[in-house]
């Protein structure tokens, strides 16, 4: 499995999103993950998490060594948990989701390695050379790598992905500012250029970039730089607009990972066989086989031995297996965080830019803080996540020790200062029912989108409007219920009218630059909240002056500073994922320096233990 450092979402490296959300898991009305993937510096939705249970917060492991020898090949049993079928989007240039990553995992087309600090090293398919003097990279292919269908790898299917993302068809989240970094970039996407003139193809194996700064961020796949490989073999024939249907995405994936597809049953199941041609040498396991699994049964098929290995599984739902003995429990630092958002403007597809609109309902900042600062998080997370989520502070995530600024507060249980924060704002309870009118004195009603999941995400939601209620704030439901994980999703990039606020999640990748989802150009900034100020503060985390850590922490705590006082985006939840792995897996590592690849892992028995 490659090494998930790194989208989304997401996005799902992608700088969406990955790019973007959460995925099942951790919904906590909420959203999705990093895609699996050793150099994602893309973002994902997710999805969120909940249960039920007042459980002490365990101290669990991060790696397991079971004892056995082991079998030759043999088939992996992986549940993808989520309620809703996967889209079955399999080219990295195109999906968004955390379960379409998850999907890909196994065949990922990633080309380079990264560090436990989420780095990009020269342990892979590529190395990176960079030149910040004079603001180009260079990368080199540094195998005989193939194709799953046995054509070599070599600059072509580099320079294409690229292609793909900056073409004027393409309607993915990958194309934003920072891909604009790239020399070239915008006037292929409007059509004007045939090529990407900053984009070089030296020889068969190297492909130098020029952009128009290098940063920091360079390193952690960010500063427009792709971590992926595209077949141009398979996909040049194909109208980039017809790539999301097409059955070389959708059917038969041409791909670089240890595994390749075999057999597909759409939105169901996937059935993988060792890739021969894999570049690392041949997997140890003959099949892996994964199939969807509704989160309301991922407990009890553990318990009976159905899977040997899950996608995620809902850190409120630990007391269910905490004690079988045919699993061991695993785990580590998310790559992600939970946040409340809110709406205030609209996506301009003719620019392909955010647009705030001064009149938005939510277009208030001490409306924003006091919701903020009456939501009762350390009750929820003592009583549904089990001590495995905790209040985040910031927006970066702990996972990131270098950047993460433990310094930092954010908001707290404070209903009164709500409430003075609403009387300040010229919210206040007119008629007498307890209910806050507008400052016009006009009837006041919220409306929040919220993600389906788990059995308990409805008491989650519902104690959070008590929570506002009891500040006076009447906070409805879109659509009158919580919403399926791509309805939600669809809605909130839509833009749609029925949302003021919503739940959701990011998987950060493994770069930690927000401009890929706090920007003006970001698809992933759904709050659609642009100032001068905002990107001026997020340009200096990316600066070429950035290159000194300590200049760029600064720009970092200046970025937060910035969030904390609009309160756009307020970070909810840090989270803690948990990683049950059936006791017939050899051995197997979740940490980010040390994680087992799919290629090396191996099974003592032929069927999971029951």
Known sequence: MMKKKGLMLTTVFASALALAACNGDDKETTTEKPAGDSTKSTTEEKPKDEGTSTAETPTLPMNVENEGDVIDGGTLKFALVTDSPFSGIMLAELYENAYDADVMDFMTNSIFDTDGDFLITDEGIAKLGVDADNNKVTITIQHDVKWSDG???????????????????????????????????????????????????????????S??????????????????????????????????????????????????????????????????????GAPKLDKIVLQVVPSTSIGEALRTGQYDMVSSYATTQYDGIKDLENISILARPELAYSYLGFKLGKWDSATNKNVTDENAKMNNKQLRQAIAYAMDIESVTEKFYQGLRSRATSLIPPA??????????????DPEKAKALLDEAGYKDVDGDGIREDAKGEKFAIRMAGMSGSDTDEAIVEYYRQNWKDVGLDVQLTTGRLIEFNSFYDKVKADDAEIDMWMAAWGTGTNPSPLGLYGEESAFNYSRYVTPELESLLVAIDSKEAIDPAVRAGAFRAWEDYMFEQATTVPTYFRTEIMPVNKRVKNYDASYANLTQWHEVELTAEEPIK
Do not use: C
Request: net charge negative.
């Open 151 to 209: 054509t070599p790898l070599t600059a072509d299917d580099i320079i294409y992905s690229y292609e793909i993302i900056g073409h004027p068809d393409y309607t993915g989240i990958r194309y934003d500012g920072d891909f604009q970094n790239i020399i070239g970039a915008a006037e292929y996407k409007a059509g004007t250029a045939d090529t990407i003139s900053g984009i070089k193809k030296i020889d068969d194996k190297t492909v130098e970039i």
């Open 211 to 280: 952009m128009t700064k290098v940063s920091p961020a360079i390193y952690s796949g960010g500063d427009g730089l792709w971590s992926y490989a595209a077949p141009k073999h398979q996909l040049k024939d194909i109208p980039v607009k017809d790539l999301v249907s097409s059955e070389a995405v959708r059917k038969n994936p041409v791909t670089l990972g240890p595994f390749k597809l075999d057999k597909l049953v759409d939105g169901e199941s996937v059935q993988y066989v060792a890739n021969e041609n894999y570049w690392q």
């Open 400 to 413: 990131f020790s270098t950047f993460h600024d433990n310094t930092l507060t954010g908001y707290n249980y």
